[in-house]
């Protein structure tokens, strides 16, 4: 008797994800889900569920005025099941209906949160659930008393829940037009945004470690120090990039107070890693301002987080291993602990196959959208691949192979160029033997 086929972790992750992502397309391509009037092409509905459910927040329509009510509440719940992980949701209601977690679900739990061991996966998963709604219904009533004198009650705690939700998750979508520019100086919006970008961008093993560890920085694991110092690095440098770079430029921080320059780059540098909301027009950055950007968006937000990118920790232990080499070390050292050979070779792959997509999606954008700046096309790409959501206002107009390139390079963002590899990789032999070394001459 044949046995069926038998997926993978990393196969069953990639089969999950492309059927919530279809699903929620179909969804949103039903009429129920739409404003009257509207009519709506399945790739557009395509699009918007990819990336919803990548966390990414790149548009071709505008969600708040060719979606309903009802199309809002499964973006939000795509955006949910895309932030914290299908796994982690189908584990939970295994949880609530009494069902035995099983070997293959903890795998699929372990590979879906990328943690290094499978212990205490399903108490991982509880936890996720309960920060997440904490955090979210926190953000969602600060938002509603910030709104409410403009909106009123009901309608500012509904915005105040898509909003948080979309933060929390690393999301950049919003239902206003104009994203939150009209809050550039509301300290309120900018602060809940922020808080919930950073404590979702941070990944919940860090979130659980700082609270079991009363915020003692000496105490943490390698992986919460190094994560918690280059999320404070990255923030505070391109606060001060933004805020030198951009202080004169009068389309975007000209014309504002100090204080509110101060704010509007501190908004920007976090929500540049990989959430995509903005204050400020995107579009009207100086070319030195996006360039740095680009590289921001790249690196993204922390393993096992809700954010995106080739992830802090990853070009952490690649910084390090090149100052190392530098200083003629043979070990990669960093906090007093030195990183595994394994870790090294994985972060230099992830690199690698990051820049190989990426390079991949910019050249077929090139070509396939003419007359849209070069730069312009890059900043979407790595914005995609981040799942960032940031635009300089050309997702809309994209082909339809452009936006298959960037629902492509969404998806594979998402769960990551190594998880994909190993989806569609045979599977690996045991080595029984090992070839003789020998050097050659590089550099």
Do not use: C
Not at 83 to 88: A, K, L, N, R
Not at 188 to 212: D, P
Not at 233 to 246: A, D, P, V
């Amino acid at each position: 008797m044949k046995k069926g086929i038998q997926l993978s972790p990393p196969q069953i992750l990639v089969f999950g994800f492309l059927s919530v992502i279809f699903f929620g397309a179909i969804l949103l391509y039903m009429p129920i889900s739409l404003e009257k009037g509207v009519n709506l092409h399945f790739l557009d509905a395509l699009f918007t569920a990819t990336s919803a459910v990548t966390v990414t927040g790149l548009n071709v329509v505008d969600p708040g005025t060719t979606f309903n009510r009802l199309g809002e509440i499964i973006i939000m719940l795509l955006i949910q099941v895309g932030g914290i992980g299908f796994m982690t949701f189908a584990i939970t209601i295994f949880v609530l209906l009494g069902k035995k977690i099983g070997l293959k679900q903890r795998l699929l739990m372990q590979e879906g949160s990328n943690q290094l061991q499978m212990a205490g996966v399903v108490r991982l998963a509880l936890y996720i659930l309960q920060i997440t709604v904490g955090f979210e219904l926190i953000g969602a009533i600060l938002l509603a008393i910030s709104w409410h004198q403009t909106y009123g009650w009901g309608e500012a705690f509904y915005l105040g829940i898509f909003h948080s939700i979309a933060a929390f998750n690393n999301a950049g979508f919003s239902l206003f037009k104009t994203s939150l520019m009209n809050d550039v100086g509301n300290l309120l919006v900018n602060f809940v945004i922020t808080s919930l970008i950073i404590i979702g961008g941070l990944g919940f093993v860090v979130l659980m470690e700082l609270w079991n560890k009363k915020f003692q920085f000496r105490r943490l694991s390698l992986h919460s120090k190094v994560t918690i110092g280059a999320t404070l690095f990255l923030i505070s440098s391109g606060t001060l990039i933004t805020f030198l770079l951009e202080y004169g430029n009068a389309k975007t921080l000209g014309p504002l107070s100090i204080g509110n320059k101060l704010l509007a780059s501190y908004f920007q540098s976090v929500t540049t890693r990989t959430a995509g909301f903005n204050t400020i027009d995107i579009g009207s950055l100086t070319q030195a301002t996006l360039f740095i950007y680009i590289l921001y968006m790249f690196i993204g937000a922390a393993s096992g987080s809700t954010g995106g990118g080739i992830k802090v920790t990853t070009m952490t232990v690649l910084l390090g291993t090149v100052k190392s080499l530098l200083r003629g070390k043979q070990n990669t050292e960093l906090f007093k602990r030195t990183i595994p050979t394994e870790q090294i070779l994985r972060s230099l792959t992830i690199i690698i196959l990051s820049l190989g997509i990426v390079f991949l999606s910019i050249l077929i954008l090139d070509i396939t959208e003419r007359g849209i700046p070069f730069l312009n096309i890059v900043f979407e790409v790595v914005s995609a691949f981040g799942t960032v959501g940031l635009s300089m206002g050309i997702t809309p107009s994209l082909s339809v192979i452009g936006r298959i390139v960037i629902i492509i390079t969404m998806f594979v963002g998402k769960l990551g160029p190594l998880t994909i590899g190993y989806a569609i990789a045979r599977k690996v032999e045991k080595e029984y033997f090992h070839y003789p070394q020998e050097k050659m001459m590089i550099g």
